[in-house]
């Protein structure tokens, strides 16, 4: 009798187990790959009445009030569909999905901004939803799918795991009031920071534009071609970056505190910048200087300049997490914010200042029109000069490594 017992407690638990797999699958069906049967109306219908929540950098109040008003407002409107901004960077919510991954927990997460190495390292990990472009309207319509931009991230296939959000390129900006000539490459740099000992560094690679800084003057001293086979190996990636490292450590003297400390964020180098602590800036947001001229933040001769080698650019993307409570409405939104009629409403410098994702060629005149018709304001470098000096990102698995030997060789150096 007792064998008895312990066989059907056996029984049970295993039978337990088989439904509960059963459960987890249907319920998978039922919140996402089930949604690549619906048409768009069905979908759009599915996320009518819900809300959904965007995780992503929250650093910037331009960017988080289009997000909280332009966005949001007109999704209630259009949708009835309720945005919920939730400010957490990659290096917290990527282990928060991992977390609920491997406890098979409920998803908390629907859209999260996400490109480079976080892409790279949440595709890898599966912790992503997709391929899901292909069911988007807007997408398909108003983006050139073909371009790199769009096909590839920091040099890795997309796949259809993110939607392209708005494009970036690094732009510096200097005071012409004081530097008489803005440099157009590295060894100017040098000079221009001799020149003017103390007022001129750059944010600490924990910021992702001090990051971006770092690979914009390797290039410009190896030239972005060395990296495109280049092995995620740091004892290769430190033989061909050595020359970019050996400047590093001979501009270090010269920089704001003689690079022994650097500004924690792009937005406190702006704050030294606007107070005339320091004679440069620089942004990956191109028409950023426009808005704070606009607003009395930076003086009206700050320029924007680029290296004549070019500056990297790449875009920024949406993604879905695997477990997103609310896909259905997430979709909705990603496909809303890609319409020219949203793109639009951040190209716009006094709003945000971010390049469209939007292919011009595949807009009707009216579309093409709202484009024309924003005014970039003072400072901005426009947008066809921006694109024909714009270098492709190194692939996602080198920024680390690159990152760690900054570290090492010239945060390191006595």
């Known amino acids: 009798m007792r064998n008895k017992g312990i066989l059907l407690i056996c029984f049970i638990l295993v039978f337990s187990l088989l439904s509960a797999g059963c459960t987890v699958k249907d319920k998978e069906q039922d919140n996402g790959v089930s949604l690549q049967d619906k048409t768009w109306e069905e979908i759009v219908e599915e996320a009518n009445g819900t809300t959904v929540s965007f995780y992503g950098w929250g650093g910037d109040e331009k960017i988080n009030r289009w997000l909280d008003t332009t966005v949001a407002q007109e999704l209630k409107e259009r ?12 290096n917290e919510y990527l282990p928060k999905l991992l977390n609920e991954k491997q406890l098979k927990a409920e998803g908390t997460i629907d859209i999260v901004w996400i490109n480079g190495e976080n892409f790279y390292n949440a595709k890898s990990q599966e912790i992503l939803f997709g391929p899901f472009t292909q069911m988007l309207p807007n997408f398909n319509q108003f983006i050139d799918t073909d371009s790199p931009d769009v096909e590839y991230d920091f040099g890795h296939p ?4 993110e939607a392209p959000y708005g494009k970036a390129q690094m732009v510096f900006i200097g005071e012409t009031a004081v530097i008489e000539k803005l440099p157009s490459n590295h060894i100017e740099l040098k000079e221009l920071a001799k020149k003017h000992e103390g007022k001129i560094t750059y944010p600490d690679l924990t910021d992702f534009t001090g990051s971006a800084f770092i690979r914009n003057i ?10 495109i086979d280049l092995q995620a190996d740091k004892e290769a990636v430190r033989e061909v970056i050595q020359p970019a490292l050996d400047y590093l450590v001979d501009l270090k003297p010269y920089l704001w505190r003689q690079g022994e400390n650097y500004p924690a964020t ?11 602590e320091v004679l440069m800036t620089m942004n990956y947001t191109p028409f950023h200087i426009a808005g704070k001229i606009a607003d009395g933040s930076f003086t009206k001769t ?3 300049f680029l290296f004549e080698k070019g500056t990297i650019g790449n875009t920024h993307f949406m993604g879905l997490p695997f477990n997103a409570p609310n896909k259905a409405g997430a979709l909705v939104v990603m496909n809303h914010i890609l319409s020219p009629e949203v793109q639009v409403t951040k190209y716009d410098p006094t709003v945000w200042g971010d390049l469209p994702v939007t292919d011009p060629s595949l807009l009707n005149d009216k579309q093409q029109q709202l484009f ?15 694109l024909q000096h714009r270098v492709p990102e190194m692939r996602a698995e080198l920024v680390p490594i690159i990152e760690e030997l900054w570290r090492e060789v010239v945060l390191g150096h006595e």
Not at 218 to 227: P, Q
Not at 268 to 274: C, E, R
Request: no cysteine; glycine share 10%.
């Open 79 to 90: 949708y009835n569909v309720s945005l919920e901004r939730v400010p957490m960077v990659p």
């Open 158 to 161: 997309v796949e259809g795991y």
């Open 218 to 227: 390797i290039y410009d001293i190896v030239g972005y071609e060395a990296f």
């Open 266 to 276: 792009i937005a406190q180098l702006d704050n030294m910048y606007a107070d005339g």
């Open 302 to 304: 700050s320029q924007s």
């Open 372 to 386: 024309e018709k924003v005014e970039l304001g003072e400072g901005v470098i426009p947008q066809d000069v921006l």
